[in-house]
């Protein structure tokens, strides 16, 4: 393995998300052709938020198919973008122009195109033999 690779490794993998503190979906939908400085200035300006924060920024179109997340990664930034196929698509809050806050739970379900407001799943109760 050469040295290169060694040090790649080291530090992380590219755009690792894993690692990020907060997850913030932007409510609405934007404008996908803007690259990683009008994201940025979305979370900066219009969100009072900040790009270079150990956050994942999440964006989606109009058509709800596709999405793009802004990760800081302490020497740049990384843009992700995920296109969903066989006419699938995300369950994007449109409601309110607002920066939301999500857990990883809310994360996951999104990205499998879910609502990330699932009702509360009803515990299970264990058989009592009498």
Request: charged content about 25%.
């Amino acid at each position: 393995q050469n040295r290169s690779a060694q040090s790649f490794e080291e530090s992380g993998m590219l755009g690792d998300i894993s690692r990020v503190d907060h997850i913030y979906l932007a409510c609405g939908y934007t404008d996908l052709r803007r690259g990683i400085d009008g994201l940025a200035q979305i979370v900066q300006q219009q969100f009072e938020l900040d790009p270079f924060s150990n956050s994942l920024f999440l964006f989606c179109g109009k058509r709800r198919d596709r999405i793009k997340a802004l990760l800081w990664e302490g020497d740049g930034f990384v843009l992700l973008y995920k296109r969903m196929e066989n006419g699938g698509g995300f369950q994007w809050p449109r409601s309110c122009a607002e920066m939301r806050s999500l857990s990883w739970q809310e994360f996951r379900w999104l990205t499998e195109g879910l609502s990330i407001d699932q009702p509360k799943a009803n515990k299970r109760m264990e058989r009592c033999v009498l």
